[in-house]
């Protein structure tokens, strides 16, 4: 493999930087860097594995070299082993891959936001190694490892024109949600992760006569437009929820183009470093805060189920209830929790799909990264696991490997978060303990086969090793055809 070395002139030429530092440049050119990157044979392409979307990449891969970037980090690293999280069994073993990854998120974002040309990038996902370099993970904040996170830079006076294609059989969900922040920055509050506005595609949605879908985003009202999102003041970036229960479906293919508005104005490295500075403080903060919160529930039980608005309209919304919510109003439910295990216990967890065409169950490092998932089972859904005579799902997370189908595997960890997902509602619900949760208890090994339902599916190594094989193997259509390796040994925990 070719190690690509990039250089302040090449990234002037790759996402618009103003020349202001151009010492450093080593042997080649801006042109001999495009030329080793070029992996696409449409330059318009905008795309997640498009030239646009690698020069944004690797931009960001050269910004997190910069001294206010690497003071930021060191300051963001010293937060975390001085902080609560640390002083859990294990934590701060993992401050060190939480402020890394956060940094390489914050520094793509920063590129993103002064390419001269639109493109998506995809981000809150495991490390990987495609068109010719290595690109790290970009998790924060509790990812869904089932989802692709493709995001958009975008401005709020521009107007913007997505296509949108998806196969005959298309994702769990799809939703293109517009945000007034990146990491963040912006500071927290009880709506915080209530979105601008949200675009569902499903059965109300028009479609081209190709089959494929325009999305505009714009400033200006609707005025009776169907496919479109009215862009608010302050946004600055919209990005699709790819949501992939069953993974051999086909995924979705984007495009994107500026059809109303001015480039973003060019920026010196040094200004792009102090931007990235302000993301990671901010995102560190917010780490700590939702970690501080977490560190308050019940350990190895589930907390009340929230709500997952579309958009907010004015009022500030119930984030729980009991009162039926349907998909007009909601993408989906979700619940959270703390597990702290010994090595001969297995949580054990029976949920109810609840009308929802989606149920997942993650798992999270302490600072709230996802553990490896592209090969192992630290995550697993509806579509996944198999379920119980009534319908419902039980889910065995513990530390080491029970012999169990639906083992939730936290990679040894004995301490660390799982949140519950269901998404997709079929009709109006009401999420509550009492109708979501048949059972969350602490199970020894040893009781593991009196607790669990007689039809509960064993496995042999062997089967284990093919149901790794095959969820990579899923996992890897992601890239749109792009040859990568993705998650496992990129991913080894330190």
Not at 70 to 98: N, V
Not at 316 to 342: H, Q
């Amino acid at each position: 493999m070719k190690k690509i070395t990039l250089t302040a002139l090449a990234i002037v030429a790759m996402v618009g930087c103003k020349q202001k530092e151009s010492t450093g440049v080593e042997n080649g050119t801006a042109k001999d860097s495009l030329t080793l990157a070029q992996q696409s044979s449409d330059p318009n392409a905008s795309d997640i594995n498009s030239l646009r979307a690698q020069n944004i990449e690797k931009a960001a891969i050269e910004l997190m070299k910069h001294p206010i970037v690497l003071e930021a980090k060191a300051k963001g690293l010293k937060s975390y082993q001085e902080g609560e999280m640390s002083k859990k069994p294990e934590g701060i073993r993992f401050a060190q891959s939480a402020i890394d990854e956060e940094v390489a998120l914050a520094c793509t974002y920063v590129a993103m936001g002064v390419a001269p040309d639109p493109a998506f990038v995809w981000l809150y996902a495991a490390p990987r190694t495609w068109n010719g370099y290595t690109f790290p993970g970009t998790r924060w904040y509790a990812d869904n490892v089932d989802t692709r996170y493709i995001t958009l830079r975008v401005d709020d006076k521009s107007t913007y024109e997505i296509t949108i294609k998806h196969g005959d059989k298309k994702a769990s969900q799809i939703t293109f949600m517009l945000w007034d922040w990146l990491m963040y920055e912006r500071g927290i509050g009880g709506d915080t992760d209530v979105p601008m506005a949200t675009f569902v595609v499903d059965k109300n949605t028009k479609y081209n006569a190709d089959g494929s879908i325009t999305l505009t985003l714009g400033p200006e009202p609707a005025n009776g437009r169907s496919n479109y999102i009215q862009s608010k003041p302050g946004a600055t970036q919209i990005y699709m929820r790819e949501i992939r229960g069953d993974g051999s479906v086909p995924p979705v293919h984007l495009s994107v183009k500026r059809i109303k508005g001015e480039a973003p104005a060019k920026k010196s490295m040094e200004e792009l470093a102090k931007e990235a500075a302000v993301l990671i403080e901010s995102g560190v903060k917010a780490t700590h805060m939702i970690t501080t919160t977490f560190g308050q529930l019940a350990e190895n039980k589930i907390s009340p189920i929230r709500i997952r608005w579309k958009e907010s309209v004015g009022a500030k919304p119930k984030m729980s209830t009991d009162e039926l919510v349907g998909p007009d109003k909601a993408v989906g439910f979700i619940g959270s929790g703390l597990f702290n295990l010994k090595e001969d216990e297995a949580l054990v967890m029976t949920l109810n799909m609840l009308g929802t065409e989606y149920l997942s169950l993650n798992t999270y490092r302490p600072f709230l990264v996802s553990p490896e998932h592209v090969y192992s089972s630290s995550s697993l859904n509806n579509f996944q696991a198999k379920p119980n005579s009534d319908g419902s799902y039980t889910f065995v997370l513990a530390r080491k490997d029970p012999g169990l189908y639906n083992w939730v595997d936290v990679q040894g960890i004995p301490y660390g978060y799982f949140t519950f997902r269901w998404q997709s509602l079929t009709k109006p619900v009401s999420a509550t303990l009492k109708t979501t949760v048949q059972m969350v208890k602490v199970v020894k090994f040893s009781d593991l086969k009196k607790e669990l339902p007689a039809s509960t599916k064993w496995v042999t190594p062997e089967e284990r090793k093919a149901q790794r094989e095959q969820r990579a193997k899923l996992y890897k259509l992601r890239a749109l055809g792009t040859p990568i390796e993705v998650g496992g040994e990129l991913d080894k925990m330190y």
